[in-house]
């Protein structure tokens, strides 16, 4: 089984501040792991991924996310947050050894960035 | 086509009424996903299409629920009989098999029951 766990429902943030949106994950393999962004009425976008190598991945809008295998978890982090980046963000995985034909999604975590 | 396109965009149904909604992949892409989300909250995994097969069929709420796809390219959502309990915005994506999975959605069709 996989699951996904997205402890925060809100987080909020000073433009300029860095932020972090938590996501931690239960598989029975080896993940692939996996963030989306939804901006205000939009559709949601593929944000970044982790398959393998460097547990530093960078991704779109300058975002990155850590894969930590000890603590399970992939946080998705920036260095100084945007009004823009305002939008609801999920976690996904997927365990590649199981061939599950489908990722998982968190509940989603809101972040909004003050001005 | 360049991304995954759904439709209708918007459909407003009386309670009672069947509707089906329409999605049509990214060329190429296998495996094809139908989710549910209402008022911004998560997603609702409801399906799974690797091909024209449904491996898990799952997150279908209820038997008024189906779905289907041919030539391994469009699907169509079906809700017979609708309640208000279904409205809410439904969402496909779309994903290549060979990679590394990550799915990409489309606009979504928001469906109203009245």
């Known amino acids: 089984a996989q699951s996904v766990a997205q402890p925060e429902d809100q987080v909020n943030v000073a433009e300029g501040n860095p932020l972090t949106v938590k996501c931690t994950y239960s598989?029975?393999?080896?993940?692939?792991l996996f963030w989306y962004v939804q901006y205000p009425n939009r559709g949601l976008q593929f944000l970044l991924k982790?398959?393998?190598?460097?547990?530093l991945v960078k991704g779109s809008y300058g975002f990155e996310a850590e894969f930590n295998k000890s603590q399970t978890s992939f946080h998705l982090k920036k260095p100084s947050a945007l009004v823009s980046d305002s939008a609801l963000y999920f976690c996904?995985?997927?365990?590649?050894?199981?061939?599950?034909?489908?990722?998982?999604f968190g509940d989603g975590t809101t972040l909004t960035v003050k001005p | 086509g360049a991304g995954v396109s759904q439709s209708p965009s918007n459909k407003v149904t009386e309670k009672g009424k069947d509707v089906e909604l329409r999605c049509d992949p990214i060329?190429?892409?296998?495996?094809l996903y139908w989710y549910r989300q209402s008022l911004g909250q998560g997603l609702e995994f409801l399906i799974y299409?690797?091909?024209?097969?449904?491996?898990?069929k799952s997150g279908l709420p209820s038997d008024r629920f189906s779905a289907e796809r041919t030539g391994g390219s469009v699907s169509t959502l079906t809700i017979q009989r609708t309640q208000q309990e279904d409205s809410a915005v439904y969402l496909c994506?779309?994903?290549?098999?060979?990679?590394?999975?990550?799915?990409?959605f489309g606009p979504g069709t928001r469906l109203t029951v009245t």
């Open positions: 994506a779309s994903s290549n098999r060979q990679g590394s999975y990550e799915q990409y």
């Open positions: 996904a995985v997927r365990d590649i050894d199981t061939n599950a034909g489908k990722s998982t």
């Open positions: 299409f690797q091909g024209n097969s449904a491996p898990d």
């Open positions: 598989v029975s393999g080896n993940p692939y």
């Open positions: 982790y398959i393998t190598g460097d547990n």
């Open positions: 060329s190429g892409h296998t495996a």
